[in-house]
């Protein structure tokens, strides 16, 4: 990467220090300007004193001062600096009371950056003036890092914004295509369901045809407030802003209202939130050759967000239905005592007990990840975040427990299944 000009303005700063405080006649900060295995090091003049110097080239660069330099050897891939390159390799070999000429590797953690040379005409340098010197290259190498990585850390931030705009466009685009067929499927719900009759078998599906979509609907008009930042909220990825820390990310998936931190919570009919998820889970299991029990009684309301609720039970019955082999049973069973409870119990082959205490982590899927069905992981990561933001609980057990099961004339099986429970608040009376 290029040197910055505060790098070049600090290298100055400090040959103009030497030629002024110590009297030096040259003094040439070099840097090494390509590393290839095996070939020999170029070095590039980034700041001199004096700038007028006749060691100028009309290149803008500047050459080597006319004493003798010892070469450098040359440099591998790793730029380490070999065991017998040492000061005095790289300086002359007369007597300090006779060295009118420094030169000094500029060395971090063993990697040699560049050179500092300095020469003086009319004197010899004192041991106090070296140490002086040394330490001007020391705090140059140390600054050249600083200013590699600084300008690194830049790149890298710029191709991530560029990734992140390249991102949010594609998603734009995605939903931009997914309204269409969305809205073609809703109709179509709605034409079916005028042709059939009321008492139609298949007009409750019809009915849940329009509801998803509705449903579908609401997701994507989240999805249209979360990722409609508009032109003054993204910057460009060439140009970034870092004084204000709110443009230092855009957001790539929306935070919507099912995971606000402020829910509102409200009395709430668990019937009244089962009943059309139960109408959509048994067409499902119908077309898997599942069977769905149910036990839901009239209870006392629950405290509770009805939008978030839904999206709980919805988690946890698709999850039922999908993993739950054919021929298998959904049981889903309500009851009451100090609070109210929502159970959701398959007969399906269960959950590994090494995968039960990271199972509400985000993208986790355990054992699921190696099958093809598939998944995000992140279904009951965000039915914990809203069942905690409602002030209720769920649990996991598997082997499924046998107070789930709804036909309780019939012994549920050993050792198989699983259960979900959701623990809600009771309303007040």
Same mark, same amino acid.
């Given at each position: ?8 303005? /600090? ?17 040439? $900060? ?5 590393? &290839? ?13 004096? +700038?007028?110097? @006749? @060691? /100028? ?10 004493? =003798?330099?010892?070469? /450098? ?9 070999? =065991?017998? $390159? ?16 420094? $030169? /000094? ?13 300095? +020469? ?78 009321? *008492?139609?078998?298949?007009?409750? &599906? ?5 509801? *998803?979509?509705?449903?579908?609907? +609401? ?11 508009? +032109? ?70 629950? %405290? ?27 049981? %889903?069973?309500? =009851? ?11 007969? #399906?082959? #269960? ?23 598939? #998944? ?45 429970? $959701?623990?809600?608040?009771? #309303?007040?009376?």
């Amino acid at each position: 990467m290029p040197t910055s000009s505060e790098f070049v303005a /600090l290298c100055r700063s400090q040959v103009s220090l030497l030629g002024q405080t110590f009297g030096a006649s040259l003094s040439v $900060v070099y840097l090494t300007e390509e590393l &290839v295995e095996g070939a020999e090091t170029t070095l590039m003049a980034i700041a001199a004193y004096p +700038e007028s110097s @006749s @060691s /100028l080239e009309k290149s803008g660069h500047l050459a080597l001062p006319s004493a =003798d330099l010892p070469q /450098l050897p040359a440099k591998t891939a790793s730029t380490e600096l070999p =065991d017998t $390159v040492t000061q005095e390799t790289l300086s002359p070999a007369n007597s300090l009371a006779e060295q009118r000429q420094f $030169v /000094l590797p500029l060395v971090h953690e063993g990697m040699v950056l560049g050179l500092l040379v300095t +020469e003086r005409d009319d004197r010899s340098w004192t041991n106090w003036e070296r140490s002086q010197i040394e330490k001007i290259a020391d705090t140059l190498a140390l600054a050249c890092v600083m200013d590699q990585r600084a300008q690194w850390l830049d790149h890298t931030h710029r191709q991530q914004r560029l990734s992140q705009t390249q991102q949010h466009d594609v998603l734009d685009n995605l939903l931009h295509q997914f309204r269409n067929p969305l809205t073609a499927l809703r109709t179509f719900g709605k034409l079916l369901l005028r042709r059939l009759q009321p *008492e139609d078998a298949n007009r409750e &599906v019809a009915t849940s045809i329009v509801r *998803e979509s509705d449903r579908l609907q +609401e997701l994507l008009l989240q999805f249209d407030q979360a990722i409609d930042l508009g +032109e003054v909220d993204l910057i460009s990825p060439d140009e970034p802003d870092f004084s204000d820390p709110s443009k230092s990310a855009i957001p790539l998936l929306p935070a919507g209202v099912l995971t606000a931190s402020n829910l509102t919570l409200e009395l709430c009919a668990i019937a009244e939130i089962l009943q059309p998820l139960l109408v959509s889970a048994r067409a499902i299991a119908q077309d898997k050759t599942l069977t769905i029990r149910t036990a839901i009684p009239e209870l006392p309301l629950v %405290i509770a967000n009805s939008g978030a609720l839904r999206e709980v039970l919805s988690n946890l019955i698709d999850n039922a239905l999908k993993y739950t082999p054919a021929g298998e049973q959904i049981h %889903i069973r309500v =009851d009451a005592d100090d609070r109210v409870a929502i159970r959701v119990s398959d007969t #399906g082959c #269960g959950i590994p007990s090494q995968d039960l205490p990271r199972l509400f982590e985000r993208h986790y899927r355990g054992v699921q990840a190696e099958t093809d069905i598939p #998944g995000t992981g992140l279904g009951l990561a965000i039915a914990r975040r809203l069942i905690e933001q409602m002030q209720g609980e769920i649990e996991v057990f598997s082997p499924m427990q046998a107070d789930g099961w709804v036909s309780q004339s019939d012994q549920p099986p050993a050792n198989k299944g699983t259960t979900f429970v $959701v623990w809600l608040r009771k #309303g007040e009376v």
